[in-house]
């Protein structure tokens, strides 16, 4: 009876240590996962800070710009007035380029303003992983993980991306005007599905996809477009899958206004 009693009470203590360390093991890898996902999260907005401080310093170096020059043109014209016309041609010229200066300017503060508006009303969507805003060819771009939107070689939209789509959506309507490109992009894995001869099919599918939820939520479809660009536009090496993961994604490209195509001469 002894002996029984003491096999009952060592299996128990076994039993509860083996237990204990499965939740301390388990509480260890909860911390590094969540110690990840704050490094990813100070990392994005170590970068969105980056991006606002560039466009400051920009902004600044532009009305330094402006405010020499208009010294330099006053001080021609000053001058232009002892030498009886002799500077007009060149009056003339750094005119034109205060002009085109000044309206960079503007353009350059509305992209800053832009910026931080977005930032601001699609935090939660960015500090979630479930988009980014991101300056590309001097454009920006929100970019949307593939695994965000779509199971792998589907066009169907999943819940979450159902959310983060109706979040953008509700911006896009408060920018009248605006036109928008939303364009799907792969890997260079060629897609192994009976229902998309390529990623080309695949990648177009996914952008029309995109553009109809939009004008469900309530994105008036005559400022959207969609493109497919498969494998062709990567942002990263195709080489690694993690390099893979960031080229399989969803872009919304704010397209430039007309205003906004400023040529600052030399």
Same mark, same amino acid.
């Given at each position: 009876? +002894?002996?029984?009693?003491?096999?009952?009470?060592?299996?128990?203590?076994?039993?509860?240590?083996?237990?204990?360390?499965?939740?301390?093991?388990? =509480?260890? =890898?909860?911390?590094?996962?969540?110690? !990840?996902?704050?490094?990813?999260?100070?990392?994005?907005?170590?970068?969105?800070n980056g991006i606002i401080q560039q466009s400051s310093a920009e902004l600044e170096q532009r009305k330094d710009d402006i405010a020499k020059l208009k010294v330099e043109i006053a001080q021609l014209i000053q001058l232009d007035k002892s030498l009886k016309g002799e500077h007009r041609v060149r009056i003339g010229e750094l005119q034109r380029r205060l002009v085109q200066l000044? *309206?960079?300017?503007? =353009? !350059?503060?509305?992209?800053?303003?832009?910026?931080?508006?977005?930032?601001?009303?699609?935090? +939660?969507?960015?500090?979630?992983?479930?988009?980014?805003?991101?300056?590309?060819?001097?454009?920006?771009?929100?970019?949307?993980?593939? &695994?965000?939107?779509? &199971? #792998?070689?589907?066009?169907?939209?999943?819940? !979450?991306?159902?959310?983060?789509?109706?979040? $953008?959506?509700?911006?896009?309507?408060?920018?009248?005007?605006?036109?928008?490109?939303?364009?799907?992009?792969?890997?260079?894995?060629?897609?192994?599905?009976?229902?998309? !001869?390529?990623?080309?099919?695949?990648?177009?599918?996914?952008?029309?996809?995109?553009?109809?939820?939009?004008?469900?939520?309530?994105? #008036?479809?005559?400022?959207? #477009? =969609?493109?497919?660009?498969?494998?062709?536009?990567?942002?990263?090496?195709? *080489?690694?899958? &993690?390099?893979?993961? +960031?080229?399989?994604?969803?872009? $919304?490209?704010?397209?430039?206004?007309?205003?906004?195509?400023?040529?600052?001469?030399?």
């Amino acid at each position: 009876m +002894k002996t029984i009693l003491l096999l009952t009470v060592s299996a128990s203590v076994l039993l509860g240590g083996c237990v204990s360390k499965n939740k301390y093991d388990q =509480a260890v =890898a909860q911390t590094e996962i969540t110690r !990840a996902e704050l490094a990813k999260k100070e990392l994005l907005l170590g970068e969105r800070n980056g991006i606002i401080q560039q466009s400051s310093a920009e902004l600044e170096q532009r009305k330094d710009d402006i405010a020499k020059l208009k010294v330099e043109i006053a001080q021609l014209i000053q001058l232009d007035k002892s030498l009886k016309g002799e500077h007009r041609v060149r009056i003339g010229e750094l005119q034109r380029r205060l002009v085109q200066l000044e *309206a960079a300017q503007r =353009a !350059a503060e509305w992209r800053a303003q832009i910026y931080k508006d977005l930032t601001l009303k699609l935090k +939660k969507q960015i500090d979630d992983g479930d988009l980014e805003l991101v300056i590309r060819q001097g454009r920006m771009v929100l970019q949307l993980p593939d &695994d965000v939107l779509f &199971d #792998s070689g589907r066009t169907e939209l999943k819940p !979450a991306g159902k959310e983060a789509l109706a979040a $953008i959506a509700t911006v896009l309507a408060t920018m009248p005007g605006r036109q928008f490109q939303v364009s799907g992009h792969t890997d260079n894995v060629p897609i192994n599905n009976a229902r998309f !001869a390529s990623n080309w099919e695949l990648s177009s599918g996914r952008a029309l996809r995109v553009v109809h939820y939009l004008v469900g939520q309530g994105v #008036s479809e005559s400022v959207l #477009s =969609a493109a497919g660009y498969s494998e062709t536009d990567p942002i990263a090496t195709n *080489a690694t899958p &993690d390099g893979r993961k +960031k080229n399989r994604r969803t872009e $919304i490209t704010l397209q430039p206004n007309i205003d906004e195509l400023v040529e600052i001469p030399e």
